[in-house]
């Protein structure tokens, strides 16, 4: 399916890339309305370039691969593979025709994510483009700025290829280099997102400069490097910066099922905030239902790999009663409309460091080593602690534990 994907859409919407490039570059070529502000004179101001960064973080939020909307990685992937089923009738969007495998270049919900995605990389180039060229600006706010920019470029990239294969990649908003882009060789594109991720972590500060944690920090960089590093094969050095994470001190394991999800932990790297004061998260919005289904229900199949016994059976997942049949639906977020205090849309959390360094050691012959980090996982779900691998833990049972583990980290599916 991915190689169908790739084939009939890609083309197609690169065009639609490049006419949102191209629109891009009108605007910063024509004269300004007196209430806004050429490229160059936005990054000699601090406030007026926080003012562009939180521009981009607030695109994450509305319209993203991380979103946890509709056109978000959780909807798209668990579509794709099965683990939801979707409700839609026919007609009503583009989802319905990932579900059925029936893709077409005018899949509205697919051109979208991907516009969406080229949008945000240009703002984030300008971004880039603006502090590197402002004489004003203090370096500790360009370096911080830039990082910023680049882990979230980065990000982006990195579930655009987990989605479409080879893609266009851009480090710059200028139009003459976008209009000839084609896609990159992957091998190119991995090295590129690699040293990309490498420089936002020497640009990142180890602080959060915000104490909600909705802004990456440096170990936010370092986690989205060793998932890079782990794409590329290199266990030992993705081994490395899973350890710096565990390590720090301004992390900690969250042992209670009921906090997990909640925005206020030390367990949390980097979460979205929404866009508006007690707003639900767009994940309680699209899976919730209390009757008949509206979106997606969980598959049976994935149901039935969750003991009887385990606290996320419990605690995530929701049986809600319709005409003599129980659906499924994911309860990891509870609020809804105006009447959310305590949740926010998490990317990134320690529980997914701890199985990237379970894998990471284990791809290194490491096995006796990983069974602390899977047994944290393990202890706080109610199930046994396992005392040692087996052969086949490298494989089924490995997919299986990635794939019940990976629908409760963040907003991402479990294959990545």
């Excluded at 973080?57 to 593979?81: C, H, R, V």
């Excluded at 009503?92 to 029936?102: E, H, P, T, V, Y």
């Amino acid at each position: 399916m991915k190689t169908r994907i790739e084939h009939i859409i890609v083309a197609a919407i690169l065009s639609a890339v490049l006419t949102t490039t191209i629109s891009c570059e009108k605007f910063v070529e024509t004269d300004f309305p007196n209430n806004q502000l050429p490229t160059e004179v936005v990054f000699e101001d601090e406030q007026t370039a926080e003012a562009a960064l939180a521009g981009l973080y607030a695109g994450l939020w509305t319209n993203s691969l991380i979103s946890g909307g509709i056109d978000g990685m959780g909807a798209l992937m668990g579509t794709y593979a099965d683990d939801l089923t979707c409700v839609y009738t026919s007609g009503s969007n583009g989802i319905l025709d990932i579900a059925n495998n029936q893709q077409v270049a005018t899949n509205t919900v697919v051109t979208t994510a991907w516009t969406n995605a080229y949008g945000q990389i240009y703002a984030a180039n300008s971004i880039i483009e603006g502090v590197t060229n402002s004489k004003s600006l203090s370096q500790a706010s360009k370096d911080r700025i830039k990082g910023e920019a680049l882990f979230v470029r980065s990000i982006i990239y990195f579930n655009l290829y987990q989605i479409f294969g080879e893609i266009a990649y851009t480090e710059t908003t200028n139009y003459v280099i976008n209009s000839q882009l084609g896609r990159m060789n992957k091998d190119q594109l991995l090295i590129k997102l690699e040293t990309d991720l490498s420089e936002a972590v020497n640009l990142l500060p180890s602080a959060y400069r915000n104490a909600e944690r909705i802004y990456p920090n440096k170990f936010a960089g370092y986690m989205a490097l060793a998932k890079m590093k782990m794409l590329l094969k290199k266990w030992a050095e993705a081994e490395v910066l899973c350890s710096t994470v565990l390590q720090s001190s301004q992390y900690t394991f969250q042992t209670d099922p009921s906090k997990v999800f909640q925005k206020n932990g030390t367990h949390i790297i980097w979460q979205l905030k929404p866009k508006n004061t007690n707003d639900a998260t767009k994940e309680a919005s699209l899976y919730n239902f209390t009757g008949a289904p509206l979106s997606f229900v969980l598959n049976l199949n994935l149901i039935n790999t969750f003991s009887s016994g385990d606290l996320r059976r419990q605690h995530y997942i929701t049986a809600v009663p319709f005409n003599q049949q129980l659906n499924y639906r994911s309860s990891k977020y509870k609020n809804l409309a105006v009447n959310n205090p305590n949740e926010y849309s998490i990317i990134y959390r320690l529980d997914e460091v701890n199985f990237m360094m379970a894998e990471s050691l284990i791809e290194q012959n490491k096995a006796v080593e990983a069974v602390p980090y899977i047994n944290r996982s393990c202890q706080r779900a109610g199930l046994p602690s396992i005392e040692h691998f087996t052969d086949g833990f490298s494989s089924n049972r490995r997919i299986e534990r990635r794939k019940t583990q990976g629908v409760f980290c963040g907003t991402r599916h479990p294959f990545f």
